[in-house]
């Protein structure tokens, strides 16, 4: 008997967590009906919410095991891509949003701009290095934490930034939170 698909505990965190509240509040600002790029969506608990507000949106994550969450969902297709060891999968211009939560490859920053149709836009979560004197974080490695303004530095120059955000979450997490739009002028 083969055996069932049990996705990562981490990736299952997916399917009862709520949607981004960060993405929630700028659904309005995206194209009706646009594609979107949901990057390393896990089980897919925002893709679930952008497919169900008209999206088309492509599910990506390194976890095959996410597949058949993600293609119950209407609306969603799935791209199994490893982001840190193999090509980039996805054509230039081809999304009116790429959306990253809670996850950090530093070497994706210029494919998620080039990715982005002209006016299209990046909204970015994940966790950031601990304010000074703290350390609460559950994300240690630096190399998965965000410094601080680190998004706004590495976009400043291709995209307006539209909001932004540092914060302690409840858990005592400390966030860094990003939306940013493709310039006509890029």
Request: charged share 25%; net charge negative.
């Amino acid at each position: 008997m083969k055996e069932p698909y049990i996705p990562s505990e981490h990736s299952l965190k997916g399917l009862k967590g709520a949607p981004s509240e960060w993405v929630k509040r700028f659904i309005p600002k995206l194209p009706k009906g646009g594609r979107v790029l949901d990057l390393a969506c896990g089980c897919g608990r925002n893709t679930r919410l952008l497919a169900s507000c008209g999206f088309e949106v492509v599910g990506a994550d390194i976890d095959e095991r996410c597949r058949p969450y993600i293609e119950a969902i209407p609306g969603a297709v799935f791209v199994q891509a490893d982001f840190e060891g193999s090509p980039w999968p996805f054509e230039p211009k081809s999304f009116d949003a790429v959306l990253v939560s809670f996850y950090l490859e530093r070497r994706l920053y210029q494919n998620l701009f080039e990715v982005l149709k002209e006016d299209g836009f990046l909204i970015y979560e994940t966790f950031m290095l601990p304010y000074p004197g703290f350390d609460g974080n559950r994300a240690k490695n630096p190399d998965f934490v965000l410094k601080p303004l680190e998004l706004i530095d590495v976009y400043r120059d291709q995209m307006e930034i539209l909001a932004y955000g540092q914060e302690l979450g409840e858990k005592g997490d400390c966030f860094q939170q990003f939306l940013a739009q493709k310039s006509l002028r890029s």
